[in-house]
């Protein structure tokens, strides 16, 4: 069973940078691809990143490309998202996601089985 928990989050000034980590509980955390995603108030969640299962392939939306890494430890459960440089357009809440399946090419909520709680990342500009 996967359970994500996500961690990491907080307030930090525009130019500023987080790391964001994702712990599964499970045993079968190398076998998911996995995610980041975020949502801000009154938007729709949108993708950020995305990792497969070996950590070999990574997939970034436009927004943070250049400034976030989407990073993977499969010994220790874990998927990280570093945000660097970051923006007061960056404050959402944070989502890890895992896909019981190889990484897709097409990154929609729907390529996702399950998702973690969220975490707040407020930017203050």
């Known amino acids: 069973q996967v359970q994500l928990v996500e961690s990491g989050g907080g307030l930090v000034q525009a130019g500023g940078s987080l790391r964001l980590s994702c712990a599964d509980s499970g045993r079968s955390f190398s076998t998911y691809a996995m995610g980041w995603f975020r949502q801000a108030p009154g938007k729709e969640r949108e993708f950020v990143a995305a990792?497969?299962?070996?950590?070999?392939?990574?997939y970034y939306a436009d927004s943070v490309k250049g400034r976030f890494t989407i990073s993977r430890d499969n010994a220790k459960n874990t998927v990280y998202l570093q945000m660097n440089s970051l923006k007061a357009e960056d404050t959402a809440v944070y989502y890890c996601a895992a896909r019981a399946r190889p990484i897709s090419t097409t990154q929609g909520m729907g390529a996702y089985d399950y998702w973690g709680q969220g975490t707040q990342v407020t930017v203050s500009s």
């Open positions: 990792v497969s299962r070996s950590g070999g392939i990574t």
